[in-house]
């Protein structure tokens, strides 16, 4: 029998030693892959992400007014004149704060900036690991793997992202709240916070625990976040922020709401039951109102167990290591941007869970654990997908994350087997509490969809590969306007029957203007330069965002210092005329409309929100009254004026009788209708609207207001 015995547990060991040399293989395989191929790719490119970290920074350096670099094509403009080689750049749905994570590197060129990115990064990265030895007890050999395995890890630093940061936060945070420091624990919870929304769900964890200090200390962590952010960009940018960038990323509709390939539930339930005409023609079933139900009801049914397993003031380790693990695969789940690189963070919950396997079936249990964990970093979906229900077949990263959910679960719940009664009166009331706020988001989203999709009959054919249109201008019977793409942005113009890009180039068309006959484009590379199709005009240099007088007699063009914009003036039939600024500095101007007297009228802000102005070739301004507004168009007769008004966290276009100075509004829905356009009849609107799509990734719209 001792024979047999000995002879088991030396199998065993050959099993385990011949287990370790093939984890090593892999780990050597891994990090040559990462060494030799990942690292000199992400060394010698900008590639996406890190340009836009680093050029927000940098504005912030240069002492440039920052409010507006939300706003795709404005702060494509400042990407061009630095020359920074990243053919699209773009602030949504990224908070302000954790663009200041390489404010230290924006003193160097971005290449070299990134450069320190990547080392500071390689630190970060080790010293998450060390942290999570101290945690786990897991020998390095199993570490190594966990961080091998991770492709999105790689991914992260190719394109310069900050997720290794928000790994090291997350990481220092639990090592904190094992070691009692519960304050100093919900601090850097309050930190990684700021640099993404979702570890505010480890705040309603605090409260699960009745952990007071760490709770106060998540708080304060994040107050602080929001009040650098305040500091260094102003309210204008965070209001922005607060009230049209996070409702839209909360929807799912931040981006390209419809793409499978971000894996996310949003985009799904999107894809199946919203109708759009160009992004998702064929969905499932036209029901938005199933969507804005069983959106939060699922992410609810995946969050609410990791709150309710949770046992308050239990410290033992597995319980801890189980719950944080949860909360974390719960919030990745339940993500409305989960693209590949988040899933950097998946190192911890997994190191965590590897930590907690029971004893029984341990080698199954790890082997599953690392394959689901290597899946949910490689594995997406496609953009390509049939339309209809094939879609759930799309959804392979969002399947595996919400198997580990389910693993997690499944052990908290055999964990507190033997605390069947206990804490049963709390769990209750939060089950209560959770079902109310899940009442309310389907109310709010139900709510949404009101009159959401109404607009769909004035929109205006645009390609396929057109992200974005905007800044149209009526000619005749076509519509001019700027489509971003891909690899940038073109002008364009809309026929009845036709729709014709221009040729791409290295350089950017920001806005162009239109009347007369004439178009005159923003052409944007390391200066911007206002050319026109009219014979014999010359282009104007640092010029951006032109409005023509109807006669043809004038131009009117923006010039900016440090972010902030003036109007300027010149005379098209005079053109040995010197141009005139209109403006004081004192106004940072937006966009503007020439009545046919010659006057303009302007948005502008001037120490507090957008509001619209007039002013005469003199430079006489006088307010309209009229706050919150922007995209003013006054129409050929000089009868009306078209703009658009913030409100409940959108912008609407509205109508004023400039006669009687009587307002009306035209539109209600809670999306942004922008940039609105007179045809020469003075009775259609052409403007931009993103209804129905990504937030400010606008379709093309037109519109007959009177008979």
């Not at 806005?511 to 007369?516: I, Q, R, T, V, Y």
Request: aromatic share 12%; charged share 15%.
């Amino acid at each position: 029998m001792e024979s047999l015995e000995t002879a088991r547990a030396n199998h065993h060991a050959e099993q385990r030693r011949w287990l370790r040399i093939a984890e090593w293989a892999l780990i050597v395989f891994l990090a040559a892959q990462f060494g030799f191929r990942t690292l000199p790719d992400a060394w010698r490119t900008l590639n996406t992400d890190f340009p836009n970290y680093y050029l927000t920074a940098r504005l912030v350096r240069e002492h440039y007014d920052t409010s507006r670099i939300y706003e795709w094509r404005w702060i494509e403009r400042q990407k061009d004149h630095r020359n920074i080689d990243q053919r699209v750049v773009g602030m949504v749905p990224i908070t302000p704060f954790s663009t200041l994570a390489v404010y230290p590197l924006t003193s160097l060129p971005p290449l070299t900036a990134k450069h320190c990115w990547i080392v500071i990064n390689l630190g970060l990265l080790l010293a998450a690991l060390y942290l999570l030895r101290a945690i786990t007890q897991l020998p390095w050999r199993r570490l190594a793997l966990v961080a091998a395995l991770s492709g999105p890890l790689r991914i992260n630093f190719t394109y310069g992202q900050y997720y290794v940061l928000l790994l090291f936060l997350l990481t220092l945070s639990y090592w904190l709240y094992i070691r009692a420091k519960r304050f100093r624990s919900g601090v850097a919870i309050g930190l990684a916070v700021g640099l993404k929304v979702f570890p505010v769900i480890f705040l309603f964890y605090f409260l699960r625990k009745k952990d007071q200090r760490a709770f106060l200390g998540g708080v304060a962590g994040s107050l602080f976040s929001g009040a650098v952010s305040l500091l260094v960009f102003g309210w204008s940018l965070n209001r922005v922020y607060l009230f049209e960038v996070l409702p839209a990323t909360l929807r799912g509709e931040a981006l390209d709401p419809y793409n499978l390939k971000l894996g996310s539930i949003a985009s799904l339930l999107h894809h199946l039951f919203i109708y759009e005409p160009l992004s998702n023609p064929h969905p499932a079933l036209n029901a938005p109102a199933l969507f804005a139900i069983l959106h939060p009801l699922l992410q609810m049914a995946i969050l609410a167990p990791a709150l309710l397993l949770a046992v308050p003031n239990d410290i033992r380790p597995r319980q801890l290591h189980l719950e944080w693990a949860a909360i974390i695969l719960a919030s990745l789940a339940i993500s409305t941007s989960p693209a590949s690189y988040l899933f950097t963070i998946l190192i911890l919950p997994a190191c965590l869970l590897l930590a907690a396997l029971p004893q029984k079936k341990h080698g199954l249990w790890t082997a599953i654990l690392l394959v689901l964990y290597a899946a949910t970093g490689l594995l997406s979906g496609t953009n390509h997908a049939p339309g209809g229900w094939l879609a759930l077949l799309q959804m392979p990263r969002l399947c595996a994350t919400i198997l580990l959910c389910a693993i997690a679960y499944a052990f908290l719940l055999g964990q507190q087997r033997e605390h069947a009664t206990r804490d049963r009166r709390a769990r209750t009331l939060w089950a209560l509490a959770l079902a109310l706020v899940l009442a309310f988001n389907i109310a709010a989203g139900l709510r949404h969809q009101r009159g959401l999709y109404a607009g769909y009959q004035y929109r205006v054919s645009i390609p396929n590969q057109v992200l974005m249109a905007s800044s149209p201008a009526a000619q005749a019977d076509s519509v001019h306007f700027i489509a971003m793409s891909g690899d940038g942005y073109r002008s364009a113009v809309s026929y009845t029957s036709d729709v014709r890009l221009s040729s791409t180039s290295h350089d950017d068309y920001l806005s162009l203007a239109a009347a007369n006959g004439s178009l005159w484009l923003e052409h944007t590379g390391e200066n911007s330069a206002i050319l026109s199709t009219r014979e014999g005009q010359n282009s104007i240099q640092q010029a951006e965002s032109p409005a023509a007088s109807p006669d043809g007699k004038w131009l009117a063009f923006l010039r900016e210092d440090r972010g902030r914009a003036r109007i300027w003036l010149r005379s098209l039939n005079q053109p040995t005329e010197a141009d005139k600024p209109l403006t004081p500095l004192q106004f940072n101007v937006f966009e503007m409309s020439f009545q046919p007297a010659g006057n303009l009228i302007f948005s502008a802000e001037s120490g507090g929100q957008p509001g619209l102005f007039i002013t005469d070739q003199v430079g006489n301004i006088h307010p309209l009254n009229i706050n919150d507004a922007r995209y003013p168009a006054v129409s050929l007769d000089g009868h009306w004026l078209a703009y658009s008004q913030f409100q409940h966290g959108n912008w609407n276009l509205w109508l004023r009788n400039l006669d009687d100075g009587k307002s009306q509004r035209l539109t209600q829905a809670a999306c942004n209708d922008i940039e609105p356009t007179w045809t020469a009849d003075a009775k259609t609107l052409v403007y931009a609207s993103d209804c129905g799509r990504a937030l400010w990734f606008t379709a093309i719209s037109k519109r007959r207001i009177f008979p």
